[in-house]
């Protein structure tokens, strides 16, 4: 069975700071992963994912994550912090066998950004 | 690209009544078909999904169900609502055959049971 655990439910920056977020999974084989952005009481919005290829995946508004299989880990980077990017962060991850494209996401980030 | 409806966008309903929440697809034809529940700093968790008319398949044990009479309807109810059943409520579609395109996602139900 696959897992992912987000490090830290809540992330604070200042506006124009690195922002950081942690995403591990547990799998036997290398899953797809994704990370999605959720604003508030609305549906989710994909801001990235890896499948194969370049572990340096380049998303939208800026956002960038690398796959590394030997750490297990997605983590989520943006060099600037801009104030819109207050959100819920979520990492997910999708197997690659016969999963009919079925997620499991983590427990979410919470990403507060403070002038 | 696709778009997902949701109805209602909020629910107040009492414990013991009746569910039924209502999404419709459009712009692409035989997607699979997700409902997840979002519950307060718990994530989201896949309830079910379906890969045609009629072909359901249940991830968790609990008190809802869905159906999908149509291609691009998918519908979750329930006979008796539980207070554990409110949360935020998204549904969510997926096209093509590679089983790693993207999921778009609804703008979700918020569903409160009293």
């Known amino acids: 069975a696959q897992s992912v655990t987000q490090l830290g439910s809540h992330v604070s920056v200042s506006e124009g700071a690195l922002v950081l977020l942690r995403c591990n999974y547990s799998?036997?084989?290398?899953?797809?992963l994704f990370w999605y952005v959720q604003y508030p009481n609305q549906g989710l919005q994909l801001l990235l994912k890896y499948t194969t290829g370049a572990t340096l995946v380049k998303g939208i508004n800026g956002f960038e994550a690398e796959f590394k299989k030997s750490e297990t880990s997605f983590h989520l980077t943006k060099p600037s912090a801009h104030m819109s990017d207050a959100a819920e962060y979520f990492c997910?991850?999708?197997?690659?066998?016969?999963?009919?494209?079925?997620?499991?996401f983590g427990q979410g980030t919470i990403l507060t950004v403070h002038p | 690209s696709q778009t997902i409806h949701q109805w209602p966008a909020t629910l107040v309903q009492p414990v013991g009544s009746p569910l039924s929440l209502e999404c419709t697809v459009e712009?692409?034809?035989?997607?699979?078909l997700y409902w997840y529940r979002q519950a307060a700093g718990r994530g989201l968790q896949l309830l079910f999904y379906?890969?045609?008319?009629?072909?359901i398949s249940s991830e968790v044990p609990q008190n809802l169900s869905a159906s999908r009479p149509q291609d691009r309807q998918f519908i979750l109810s329930s006979k008796k609502l539980l207070l554990s059943d409110s949360g935020f409520y998204l549904c969510?579609?997926?096209?093509?055959?590679?089983?790693?395109?993207?999921?778009?996602f609804g703008p979700g139900t918020r569903l409160t049971v009293l």
């Open positions: 997910a991850v999708s197997s690659r066998g016969t999963s009919y494209g079925k997620l499991t």
């Open positions: 799998s036997s084989v290398p899953p797809y």
């Open positions: 969510a579609c997926q096209s093509g055959q590679a089983v790693y395109n993207e999921q778009f």
């Open positions: 379906s890969v045609g008319i009629g072909q």
């Open positions: 712009g692409t034809s035989n997607p699979n």
